[in-house]
């Protein structure tokens, strides 16, 4: 059973900063991109951030531009979330997948996407 295990996440002041760590286990997701997601209390599952096998390739939600950073490390089989400036409005449980069509991610097509970690709370107090 391929596995997105998250982990980092946690409480933090306004314009603070958390790294999110997102690990892969059982296989390697060549070609794939990874990503992140996040959801909401009564709040749709949304796009946050995705990146692509090389790294070459970024893509971030406009509410996250600038202050959130993806990067990954394929040796490690890793992808990270980088989060500046946190907001109360960032408060959410953060996801990690991985797929293979970045428009999927990039859509927020949820149905579509193949591997889903379990999640990780990050919470933002004012």
């Known amino acids: 059973q391929v596995q997105l295990v998250e982990s980092g996440g946690g409480l933090v002041q306004a314009g603070g900063s958390l790294r999110l760590s997102c690990a892969a286990s059982?296989?390697?997701?060549?070609?794939?991109?990874r990503g992140w997601f996040r959801q909401a209390p009564g709040k749709e599952r949304e796009f946050v951030a995705a990146?692509?096998?090389?790294?070459?390739?970024?893509y971030y939600a406009d509410s996250v531009k600038g202050r959130f950073t993806i990067s990954r490390d394929n040796a490690k089989n890793m992808v990270y979330l980088q989060m500046n400036s946190l907001k109360p409005e960032d408060t959410a449980v953060y996801f990690c997948?991985?797929?293979?069509?970045?428009?999927?991610?990039?859509?927020?097509?949820?149905?579509?996407?193949?591997?889903w970690g379990q999640g990780t709370q990050v919470t933002v107090s004012s």
């Open positions: 997948v991985a797929d293979l069509n970045v428009e999927d991610l990039r859509l927020g097509a949820i149905e579509r996407i193949h591997f």
């Open positions: 059982r296989r390697t997701f060549s070609n794939y991109y």
């Open positions: 990146i692509s096998w090389s790294g070459g390739s970024k």
